[in-house]
């Protein structure tokens, strides 16, 4: 069952990181503006560094943002986009899982790396408190470059 479940988070981090860099390469004039940015958000409230609001209300985000009544500005799609992705974040992701976009230097044509890490019990307990099972780090990673939308 525990493999099972590794394997369930790990999808839901890939999808997660997949999702924020597909709508990234569907604004490139965004993130060359740096609107993606060093954003940060998390599935709980105990992520350090990160938005931990809760999820918002995504039809007030989104509202003129898909299909032919869509705004063409940068900013209105990047915050559909984070808006979309808090959610997702919200509905898919283990408790307490975070998700960044960073890069160094954040230039227009610079990388962008998005990293979603999250938290996972596993079966072998802690020496120092029996009956407790040892919490492991799990990532996933993925290079998003804004001159290279086809990636």
Same mark, same amino acid.
């Given at each position: 069952?525990?493999?099972?479940?590794?394997?369930?988070?790990?999808n839901i981090a890939?999808?997660?990181?997949e999702d924020i860099?597909?709508?990234?390469?569907?604004?490139?004039?965004?993130?060359?503006?740096?609107?993606?940015?060093?954003?940060?958000?998390?599935?709980?409230?105990?992520?350090?560094?990160?938005?931990?609001? !809760?999820?918002?209300?995504?039809?007030?985000?989104?509202?003129?943002?898909?299909?032919?009544?869509?705004?063409?500005?940068?900013?209105?799609?990047?915050?559909?986009?984070? %808006?979309?992705?808090?959610?997702?974040?919200?509905?898919?992701?283990?408790?307490? %899982?975070?998700?960044?976009?960073?890069?160094?230097?954040?230039? !227009?044509?610079?990388?962008?790396?998005?990293?979603?890490?999250?938290?996972? %019990?596993?079966?072998?307990?802690?020496?120092?408190?029996?009956g407790t099972p040892?919490?492991?780090?799990?990532?996933?990673?993925?290079?998003?470059?804004?001159?290279?939308?086809?990636?």
């Amino acid at each position: 069952m525990r493999v099972t479940r590794s394997a369930q988070n790990l999808n839901i981090a890939t999808l997660i990181a997949e999702d924020i860099a597909d709508r990234m390469r569907a604004n490139l004039a965004g993130v060359q503006a740096g609107d993606y940015d060093n954003r940060c958000i998390c599935s709980g409230t105990s992520c350090t560094g990160c938005d931990t609001s !809760a999820c918002p209300d995504l039809t007030s985000y989104t509202r003129g943002c898909y299909g032919a009544d869509c705004s063409s500005d940068p900013t209105d799609i990047k915050n559909a986009d984070a %808006a979309s992705w808090k959610v997702l974040m919200c509905t898919t992701a283990p408790p307490g %899982a975070s998700a960044r976009i960073t890069c160094n230097p954040c230039t !227009a044509d610079s990388p962008r790396t998005i990293r979603v890490d999250w938290k996972e %019990a596993e079966r072998f307990e802690d020496p120092d408190t029996p009956g407790t099972p040892e919490r492991t780090d799990h990532n996933v990673t993925l290079i998003h470059h804004p001159i290279s939308p086809h990636q």
